[in-house]
């Protein structure tokens, strides 16, 4: 008789537990629900001003207006959406390439929202977020080229090729030609503008994909052979920022309910259109 009644409440007992885990399982999944969805669960950065260095010379993540005399792009877009969740202010500092990396290196600025690869060299002096987009290396050249079907034909010429100085870009172009047949120039239309001129014989820039060329000489150049490189973006913070895990927390959420998406499609997606006439060159201070 004892053994038929313990067996009796061992049937209850681990049946109590099956409806306890079941409960804990629902529980825990709206939870995780929540936690990503809901911007209450993030990090509150209590309407902080969050600087941050643009190009606005880099289509489609940043540019300026030419009706407005705004920037706009990708990032400002983004920026204004991670803020949103965050609690914080984006400032918006025009800033040439060359010294954004250094600017925030020393803490100067907040963080960097340019379309910056993520690499170990550039980790040794900043920070960076969690991957917010990965895009591809290619190597372009003008329309009427016929030297050219990829990087192993321009290797083995005198050929030289342009790209934006202090770039994976231009690290690349050294690694096919060598450094003495790169020339360098402060924003990407002049390396693109250098091609169709005549001054090199090709460029190397990232597209992502989906992502057409934009800006002054686009129509007038094309991709010659297969991706050279996938590559990381992400967005930089000065070494030990305590954005840098708010940010990510944003981006998890951003990427879950459907954000990012939707803006990679507006900015990076068939619809999108600039031509030259559409921006001014950047100004910076």
């Known amino acids: 008789m004892k053994s038929i009644i313990g067996f009796r409440w061992i049937l209850i007992f681990a049946g109590l537990?099956?409806?306890?885990?079941?409960?804990?399982?629902?529980?825990?999944?709206?939870?995780?629900?929540?936690?990503?969805?809901?911007?209450?669960?993030?990090?509150?950065?209590?309407?902080?001003?969050?600087?941050?260095?643009?190009e606005n010379a880099y289509p489609p993540f940043n540019y300026f207006n030419a009706e407005t005399g705004e920037g706009e792009g990708w990032d400002y877009?983004?920026?204004?959406?991670l803020c949103e969740r965050l609690n914080c202010v984006p400032m918006f500092v025009p800033m040439l390439w060359e010294t954004t990396l250094e600017t925030v290196g020393r803490g100067d600025i907040d963080m960097i929202a340019s379309g910056v690869v993520i690499t170990?060299?550039?980790?040794?002096?900043?920070d960076f977020s969690d991957s917010n987009a990965s895009a591809y290396q290619y190597l372009f050249v003008r329309n009427n080229e016929s030297r050219f079907s990829g990087a192993g034909d321009i290797s083995e010429g005198d050929y030289v090729i342009a790209a934006q100085a202090d770039t994976v870009n231009s690290e690349k172009a050294g690694e096919l030609v060598g450094d003495e047949r790169v020339i360098t120039f402060p924003i990407l239309g002049d390396a693109v503008a250098a091609v169709v001129n005549?001054?090199?014989?090709?460029?190397?820039?990232?597209?992502?994909?989906g992502q057409e060329l934009t800006g002054q000489g686009a129509d007038q150049v094309m991709i010659a052979g297969e991706p050279l490189a996938q590559l990381d973006y992400?967005?930089?913070?000065?070494?030990?920022?305590?954005?840098?895990?708010?940010?990510?927390?944003?981006?998890?959420?951003?990427?879950?309910?459907?954000?990012?998406?939707?803006?990679?499609?507006?900015?990076?997606?068939?619809?999108?259109?600039?031509?030259?006439?559409?921006?001014?060159?950047?100004?910076?201070?």
């Open 198 to 209: 005549g001054e090199a014989d090709a460029f190397i820039h990232l597209l992502r994909e």
């Open 77 to 81: 877009d983004i920026l204004a959406e």
């Open 17 to 54: 537990l099956v409806f306890a885990g079941a409960c804990n399982d629902d529980d825990a999944d709206d939870t995780t629900d929540e936690d990503i969805n809901s911007s209450s669960v993030l990090t509150d950065l209590e309407g902080r001003e969050i600087t941050v260095a643009v």
């Open 120 to 126: 170990d060299e550039r980790d040794r002096i900043v």
């Open 234 to 285: 992400g967005f930089v913070f000065s070494e030990g920022s305590d954005l840098v895990a708010a940010f990510n927390e944003a981006i998890a959420a951003l990427k879950a309910d459907g954000t990012f998406h939707e803006l990679d499609e507006q900015y990076f997606g068939p619809s999108f259109s600039l031509t030259p006439e559409d921006t001014i060159p950047p100004t910076y201070g």
